[in-house]
């Protein structure tokens, strides 16, 4: 005989060990289901909520198909701080504008810093979202205040206030490369990790010479952000130093970062490099060089698709003004 939803819900909280293939009961649940599991969850021990919240969190990293969105929504409501933390980490990929106000007020009122930097994290995304004008610009704004209230707030945790700076960076208001710059030359270096992190989230070039002159910093954490935030500001003149990084840089997880970054910039140099490194005796970074050099492959080819004559490439780019691509007149300044 076939268990209910909730006896099924009752075995997984009773269970000594946890078994992750008991899990996907909480995938696409329907009404019934969601109201057994709204009147259950709460009854549940704290760290077994805990374990359900992290592992749903994972599988629905590596599975596309399953959908626990209603769990982590009501995760964001824990009592538990580390249950609410990680059902914000779990609607990563939610770009629904009615999660902007949960997440704002938990940017603001929540107790534990953990809740407040994933909040600042997620707030990001919606940042972003109104940069591409793919939600409203009043929703996206809701966002952007809340995170500038948390960056010029001197007493608030440094872990949030980091993160909000990670995330403000997707706007591309004028006042923003000041609170970057700022983090920048931040005494606490942890603060100037997130900058250069900021910079390469920017998308604004006049980043590149501090970024690549990180490459060389003795931090390795400082490197491996140098070395993204190179490849997503496609700073070609970084190039040579990212291929020395994989070449002597002692830290693998940079190795691969500047194998990455190799793959966004592209160009001669660039592709020679990753072509080497897909014959590595290292496996990560045989696997890393493949993949950049995949990704590089795509962009060429997309490109080519386009067959523009010199003449019909300057008739298309003049269709366009400045401001179509660096998007510096799409909103109204709000930041004084």
């Known amino acids: ?26 995938s696409k649940m329907d009404q019934d289901a969601l109201a057994a599991f709204k009147s259950v969850w709460p009854t549940i021990p704290t760290q077994r909520r805990r374990d359900i919240m992290q592992e749903l969190v994972e599988i629905g990293e590596a599975n596309f198909e399953v959908f626990f969105d209603p769990v982590f929504l009501l995760g964001l409501g824990d009592e538990d701080a580390e249950v609410r933390a990680a059902a914000i980490n779990g609607l990563w990929e939610n770009e629904n504008p009615s999660l902007i106000g949960p997440l704002v007020h938990l940017l603001r009122t929540d107790e534990a810093p953990s809740v407040r930097a994933a909040a600042a994290i997620a707030l990001g995304r919606f940042v972003y979202l109104g940069e591409v004008e793919d939600i409203d610009q009043h929703q996206a704004l809701l966002a952007e205040e809340a995170l500038l209230e948390t960056i010029h707030q001197g007493a608030e945790d440094l872990e949030v206030r980091r993160r909000a700076i990670e995330s403000i960076a997707y706007s591309s208001e004028p006042a923003v490369a000041q609170i970057i710059e700022n983090a920048y030359y931040d005494e606490n270096e942890k603060m100037q990790v997130s900058a250069i992190f900021a910079m390469g989230r920017s998308a604004d070039s006049q980043w ?19 070395a993204r ?4 500001l496609e700073a070609s003149d970084a190039v040579p130093k990212l291929v020395e990084l994989i070449e002597d840089d002692p830290d693998l997880q940079v190795q691969e970062m500047a194998i990455w970054a190799l793959g966004k910039i ?10 080497e490194y897909v014959e590595s005796d290292v496996a990560a970074i045989a696997l890393a060089a493949e993949e950049a050099l995949d990704e590089l492959n795509l962009f060429s080819d997309s490109f080519d698709l386009f067959d523009f004559g010199d003449d019909d490439s300057d008739e298309f780019f003049d269709d366009f003004d400045d401001d ?4 510096s007149s799409r909103r109204k300044s709000y930041l004084n």
């Open 324 to 327: 179509d691509f660096n998007g």
């Open 208 to 226: 590149r010479p501090q970024v690549i002159a990180e490459l060389d910093n003795e931090n390795s954490e400082i490197r491996f952000e140098a």
């Open 229 to 232: 935030a190179s490849g997503e």
């Open 1 to 26: 005989m076939t268990k209910s939803f909730k006896e099924q819900l009752n075995q997984v909280a009773a269970e000594k060990e946890l078994h992750t293939g008991s899990l996907y009961i909480f």
């Open 266 to 275: 592209g160009g001669t140099m660039a592709r020679e490099a990753l072509e």
